[in-house]
C-alpha cells in the first residue's frame, strides 16, 4: 500500500514563502509513470489543484497560481517539494499531496497538512 | 464559483438511491474523462470513480458513475450510514490547462 505524508511548517507569515514536502513510502517519482500532485482544501471549503510533476520532472501549475508556485522532485530521497511564495491568509489551508494516474486520476492521497498564514 | 457545478447538499435514508450530479462544458467534462472523490469529513479524499465509469478494485459496487454530453452523475445505491460524506466530481478543462473540481455535494443519510 503506498503512503504519502506531508511535513512542513503549519504556520507561515503573510508575504513569506510556504514550504512542504510530500515523502512518498516506495517506489520512485521520476521515471514512475505517475504525476505528483499538490491540492489544497481552505477551511469548509472545496479542493483547489495546485499543480503537479510529471513523471519525466515536467511540472504544470493551476494558472491562477503559476507566479507564485513551483514544485520539483528529488528522486534519491523519493520526497518532492511544493513552495508558495508571497503568501496571504487566503492561502490558509490543508495541504495534501497525491499520486497522479495520468494527470487526472488521483489515486493515492497523504493525510494532508494544516497551514495558516497568521503574522 | 466553480467550474464544474454540484449541487451543496443531497440526502437518503438507508437503503434508498441517491444521485448526485455534475455539471460541467465542453472545455472539461464535454472533451475530457470525469473522477469522484469521497472525503469524510476531517479525512482525506479518496478516490471513488475514474474514467467516468471505472471503480478501483476497493469500492464496492453500489457506487457507479456516468457521463453524457457536458454533464455527470455519481449514483449510489443501497444507502448506507457510513456513505455519509461529501463527494466531488473532478476533471481536466482544456480551456483553463488545469485540473478543476466541483463544489463539492454534502450527503446527508437520515
Known amino acids: 500500500q503506498l503512503r504519502l505524508q506531508e511535513s512542513g511548517s503549519g504556520l507561515v507569515k503573510p508575504s513569506q514563502t510556504l514550504s512542504l514536502t510530500c515523502a512518498v513510502s516506495?517506489?520512485?517519482?521520476?521515471?514512475?509513470?505517475?504525476?505528483w500532485g499538490w491540492i489544497r482544501q481552505p477551511p469548509g471549503k472545496g479542493l483547489e489543484w495546485l499543480g503537479y510533476?510529471?513523471?519525466?520532472?515536467?511540472?504544470f501549475y493551476n494558472p491562477s497560481l503559476k507566479s507564485r508556485v513551483s514544485m520539483s522532485a528529488d528522486r534519491s530521497k523519493v520526497q518532492f517539494y511544493l513552495r508558495l511564495m508571497s503568501v496571504t491568509a487566503a492561502d490558509t489551508a490543508v495541504y495534501y499531496c497525491?499520486?497522479?494516474?495520468?494527470?487526472?486520476?488521483?489515486?493515492?492521497w497523504g493525510q494532508g497538512i494544516s497551514v495558516t498564514v497568521s503574522s | 464559483q466553480s467550474i464544474l457545478t454540484q449541487p451543496p447538499s443531497v440526502s437518503g435514508t438507508p437503503g434508498q438511491r441517491v444521485t448526485i450530479s455534475c455539471s460541467g462544458s465542453?472545455?472539461?467534462?464535454?472533451?475530457?474523462?470525469v473522477n469522484w472523490y469521497q472525503q469524510v469529513p476531517g479525512t482525506a479524499p479518496k478516490l471513488l470513480i475514474f474514467?467516468?465509469?471505472q471503480r478501483p478494485s476497493r469500492v464496492p459496487d453500489r457506487f457507479s458513475g456516468s457521463k453524457s454530453g457536458t454533464s455527470a452523475s455519481l449514483v449510489i445505491t443501497g444507502l448506507q450510514s457510513e456513505d455519509e460524506a461529501d463527494y466531488y466530481c473532478?476533471?481536466?478543462?482544456?480551456?483553463?490547462?488545469?485540473?478543476?473540481f466541483g463544489g463539492g455535494t454534502r450527503l446527508t443519510v437520515l
Open positions: 473532478s476533471g481536466w478543462d482544456d480551456g483553463l490547462n488545469g485540473l478543476v
Open positions: 474514467t467516468n465509469t
Open positions: 497525491a499520486r497522479g494516474s495520468g494527470r487526472t486520476v488521483l489515486d493515492y
Open positions: 465542453s472545455s472539461n467534462i464535454g472533451s475530457n474523462t
Open positions: 510533476i510529471s513523471q519525466s520532472g515536467s511540472t
Open positions: 516506495s517506489g520512485s517519482i521520476i521515471n514512475s509513470g505517475f504525476s
